[in-house]
């Protein structure tokens, strides 16, 4: 059986001082389950200070970059990440893409280098409303995969996590209806397993991202081939999350 795994993606928001009560708060009060991994991906200036004080609670990076060192001004390595004991980090984020121009061939340098280190990349993929309205969502997000994917070994995918988000249900209220959702984590599974085989597609985790709540989360993860969530907003308020994980 598949684990859950549900992901708070606090984007650009909170202090250090702040990200460390969080955790301590919620650390405090989260009854470990076996069978979910939650976690939170933070601003790379508290990941240090997390990973210190989280417990249950993985600390994952919201981007990093492919190369071990070198002169690349305001990137963060893998190693560095080791280093503090940040073993997440979410790749290629729809805002990655669209507001910092990622393109697949970076986002699957990327993908490479997290596996080759034993990290889990939580890559997300997604379409835009206007795919989303010609009805293109599946071969958009099949093209992506392929790309991203392209040099990760069927033995490395046990370590990937992919991350569905419509761009159109991000930080929108609008969140895709579990039926929606479903179809197309089911063909991203699908898809996995033509690009890999059957196997691998049966053991690989997806989540779900966009518009998540407390007030939803049940739904959307009682379908069959969505294993978990990535949250944005509703991640950031410590009761919230606490409804989302529990
Ligand atoms: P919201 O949950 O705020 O819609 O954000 C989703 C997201 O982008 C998570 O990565």
Redesign the pocket.
């Known amino acids: 059986m598949r684990k859950q795994i549900i992901?708070?993606?606090w984007?650009m928001f909170k202090t250090n001082e702040q990200g460390v009560q969080f955790i301590k708060n919620v650390e405090a009060k989260l009854k470990a389950n076996p069978n979910m991994i939650v976690g939170v991906?933070a601003p790379t200036v508290m990941l240090s200070d997390l990973t210190k004080v989280a417990k249950n609670i993985k600390i994952a990076a919201q981007n990093c970059y492919f190369e071990k060192e070198g002169a690349f001004t305001g990137e963060t390595s893998i190693p560095m990440l080791q280093a503090i004991n940040v073993n997440y980090v979410?790749i290629g984020?729809?805002?990655r893409r669209d507001i910092f121009g990622e393109c697949d061939q970076m986002i699957n340098s990327k993908v490479k280098a997290l596996v080759a280190a034993n990290f889990t990349p939580i890559l997300?993929c997604g379409e835009s409303l206007e795919i989303y309205e010609a009805k293109k969502t599946m071969a958009h997000v099949a093209e992506q995969l392929t790309q991203d994917l392209a040099g990760v070994t069927a033995e490395q995918m046990s370590q990937v996590v992919i991350?569905y988000?419509p761009i159109w249900?991000?930080?929108?209220?609008k969140?895709a209806t579990p039926e929606i959702a479903q179809e197309i984590c089911q063909g991203i599974r699908q898809h996995i397993a033509k690009l890999y085989n059957q196997a691998v597609a049966n053991e690989v985790l997806i989540q779900y991202?966009?518009?998540?709540?407390p007030e939803n989360i049940k739904d959307i993860l009682s379908q069959p081939d969505i294993d978990g969530?990535?949250?944005?907003?509703?991640?950031l308020i410590e009761d919230s999350y606490l409804g989302l994980v529990q």
């Open positions: 992901v708070g993606n984007k991906a979410v984020h729809s805002e997300c991350a988000e249900a991000i930080g929108t209220g969140v991202g966009g518009s998540v709540k969530a990535l949250v944005g907003g509703a991640s």
